[in-house]
């Protein structure tokens, strides 16, 4: 009798745990089917057919391993002889499956260990999946957050998506961003966490797909198809490369980009705190699309020593050396990113200057 009010106790709980989670109690009763299925093969780790049941009125777990009958047993993990199936059930006969209930606490602390940690990963798991669900149609888009609170201490923010609370971390926003109650901000949506917590919607305002989502909001080319974004890197709150191709010969893509007196790029500009945008042409010579890459330098020559070798030599003026590599070597580092080469650059003299 113990047993069974233990059963029914764990059946009401499961109730109570679906209902706060919100979560259908199927899907959960899967996930501990696995569980303890799982913990059975930590027992009879040779066993092949394992079942699994749940009485619908008492919420009793009901599992056995089930093994064939035959004359001469070759694998005891799987096969039984008629003697000892019939003390199961007389009724058997030889080829027939005999099932052989077991006891659940011989499972013992390991087993249940085990079914435990698995039940948790599979609630995240069903959790994560009704995120994204939920949040389907904004997964990998941009959109417009407000701000409802900022902690002082820490930077972590809260933003309002759809009438719901979302953490904004201090690491997903810029730099210099200061947020304050009621901003209204972009914000890049990636989906649902892959964390070990809770799972949660996970926005940023660092990820670079921010600025591929904010310029097809902005350049209708660009959410037409005419324009396409063939490849962006960025240093989130400083500088991102965007090299861009047009499928019309009467589009200009860079014109598209930046707008009339660069409204349209300016104004991308002035959401992520000032951060630099250059705009450069795409080229399918891999030569070419380097030049264009270390823009605003000019460049002289670029070599590919080796064929199918990601790395290049690029001659700039001595006068353009500075700027071809940039402050702290960003706009290097940024057109190696864009270009997926590493570019090693020297001046036309061949002398470093001072």
């Known amino acids: 009798m113990a047993t069974n009010e233990k059963d029914v106790s764990f059946n009401e709980a ?34 092949e057919n394992i079942k699994f049941d749940i009485d619908g009125k008492s919420g009793a777990f009901i599992v056995s391993i089930v093994k064939e009958i035959v004359e001469d047993v070759e694998d005891e993990a799987n096969q039984i002889t008629i003697e000892q199936a019939r003390q199961y059930d007389k009724k058997l006969k030889v080829g027939d499956n005999c099932v052989i209930p077991l006891d659940t606490k011989h499972f013992g602390r390991i087993a249940a260990q085990t079914a435990k940690q698995v039940i948790k990963q599979g609630i995240k798991d069903v959790e994560r999946n009704k995120l994204i669900e939920q949040w389907g149609e904004l997964q990998n888009e941009a959109a417009t957050v407000k ?159 080796e064929e199918g070798v990601k790395a290049c030599s690029v001659v700039v003026p001595d006068n353009q050396l500075s700027l071809a590599i940039g402050n702290k070597g960003l706009n290097a580092k940024l057109a190696a990113r864009l270009t997926g080469y590493k570019i090693d650059i020297k001046p036309e003299s061949g002398f470093f200057e001072g």
């Open 14 to 47: 499961l109730a109570m745990l679906a209902k706060e989670k919100e979560l259908d109690p199927e899907l959960l009763v899967e996930k501990i089917q696995t569980a303890v299925t799982i913990a059975v093969k930590k027992e009879y780790p040779r066993s």
């Open 147 to 305: 701000v409802i609170r900022v902690e002082p201490s820490t930077g972590n923010a809260t933003v309002e998506i759809n009438g719901n609370e979302v953490p904004l971390f201090r690491s997903e926003q810029l730099a210099n961003d200061e947020l304050h109650e009621n901003d209204m901000i972009k914000v890049y949506v990636s989906g649902a966490s892959p964390s070990d917590r809770r799972p949660m919607l996970r926005i940023s305002r660092t990820n670079r797909e921010l600025i591929k989502r904010l310029f097809e909001l902005e350049v209708p080319e660009i959410y037409e198809g005419v324009v396409e974004i063939k490849s962006i890197s960025r240093e989130a709150g400083q500088r991102s490369k965007m090299a861009v191709s047009s499928n019309d010969p009467n589009v200009d893509p860079l014109g598209a980009c930046i707008g009339p007196q660069r409204s349209r790029v300016s104004k991308i500009s002035e959401e992520l705190r000032g951060e630099k945008i250059d705009i450069v042409v795409y080229s399918e010579d891999p030569c070419e699309f380097i030049k264009q890459a270390l823009k605003p330098a000019d460049v002289l020559s670029v070599e590919i020593p």
